[in-house]
């Protein structure tokens, strides 16, 4: 293997590792202010909000396919189903409109 290629991918490991391990080992055996906890309790639903929306407009040429798979994904995921139900069903309906489009 090159050199090249094993440096950069312990260079790679490392700059992956750190931001992990460095709040780690600072904030052990101590509380954040209550503030503090609920703001990061929310950095995860905002992190997927600006993964998911722009994927949802851009996903075709046809705005409807993004809209219709995200309102049928929201729908089934909103009565509780885990997340393969609501992917495939997503998919379904995906299949569906894009046969009736194509007719």
Do not use: C, H
């Not at 055996?29 to 722009?54: H, R, S």
């Amino acid at each position: 293997m090159n050199s090249n290629i094993l440096m950069m991918i312990v260079g790679m490991a490392v700059v992956t590792y750190l931001p992990r391990l460095i709040p780690f080992v600072m904030f052990q055996g101590k509380e954040l202010p209550p503030f503090v906890q609920a703001v990061l309790k929310n950095v995860p639903y905002a992190t997927l909000g600006a993964l998911i929306v722009p994927g949802i407009f851009l996903i075709n040429e046809d705005i409807m396919y993004g809209v219709i798979g995200a309102t049928v994904a929201f729908i089934v995921a909103y009565f509780g189903a885990n997340v393969i139900l609501v992917v495939v069903s997503s998919i379904a309906a995906l299949s569906v409109y894009s046969w009736l489009v194509g007719q």
